[in-house]
């Protein structure tokens, strides 16, 4: 299936790079913004723009105004990039409702892996070793009993749920700190991906951060394209991926 129109639901360095992917393959771009962002760039490399209500990061997490934004401008297509609505299952099955393609996974998907606590049990169910942790949405006395149980010297990470792109997390090596941790994974997480739910795991000290890429398509042809080593990184946010990875 070849896209005649391809809305942008993000902003900054993620929506610039699709759309220039884009109008390399011949595809019209349509971009998003509520106004304070009216002046970006990204708003200004998209062959069209759509202000949407709201102000900030806010706006990008509104399904209603994102996908009438689509439909508005005749997009048949949306493209979330990463963070904001890329891994909420609501979005993808909204814009399949109204007959716009969703370039991501499904929705039965992303309800799974958009859902860190839920891609953990599914691991654990098919034998995957999985770091100790908490079952999510985890409350501050679940977490704070959970690091006790780690005896002393250990630490835990504090993550979000849903999204990813280093949101809503911090590590916590001492107990006072957990409240503090814990409120502000919260409110991280809520801003960037609308939900504050929050677990832990037991932080693995100098680990290394090593993915494989899955491509598939609505054919059926799945392949990978190895792995790829994304250890170093900045407020738990990638910096440099080397692929393929350092043995």
Not at 1 to 15: D, P, V, Y
Not at 195 to 215: M, P, T
Request: aromatic share 6%.
């Amino acid at each position: 299936m070849s896209f005649k129109k391809l809305l942008i639901a993000n902003r900054g360095e993620i929506a610039i790079r699709i759309a220039r992917a884009a109008a390399d393959a011949g595809i019209a771009t349509v971009a998003i913004h509520p106004t304070d962002d009216a002046l970006s760039l990204h708003v200004r490399v998209a062959d069209e723009a759509v202000e949407i209500p709201g102000r900030g990061a806010r706006a990008y997490l509104d399904i209603d105004a994102v996908v009438t934004a689509a439909k508005s401008v005749g997009c048949d297509a949306v493209h979330p990039g990463y963070g904001f609505l890329s891994e909420n299952a609501a979005f993808a099955k909204a814009c399949a409702d109204v007959g716009l393609t969703f370039v991501g996974p499904k929705p039965a998907a992303l309800e799974l892996f958009g859902d860190k606590v839920a891609a953990r049990q599914l691991a654990k169910r098919c034998g995957v070793p999985i770091i100790a942790g908490t079952s999510g949405p985890s409350s501050l006395e679940e977490i704070t009993a959970f690091f006790a149980s780690l005896g002393s010297h250990a630490a835990i990470v504090i993550k979000a749920m849903a999204g990813g792109g280093g949101r809503g997390m911090r590590v916590v090596e001492n107990a006072s700190d957990l409240a503090e941790a814990y409120a502000r994974c919260q409110s991280e997480a809520k801003a960037a991906f609308g939900f504050d739910g929050v677990y832990a795991e037991r932080l693995i000290r100098q680990a290394r951060h090593i993915e494989v890429q899955i491509i598939g398509d609505r054919h059926g042809a799945i392949s990978h394209l190895w792995e790829r080593e994304c250890t170093i990184q900045r407020r738990h946010q990638k910096l440099i991926e080397v692929a393929p990875s350092r043995r």
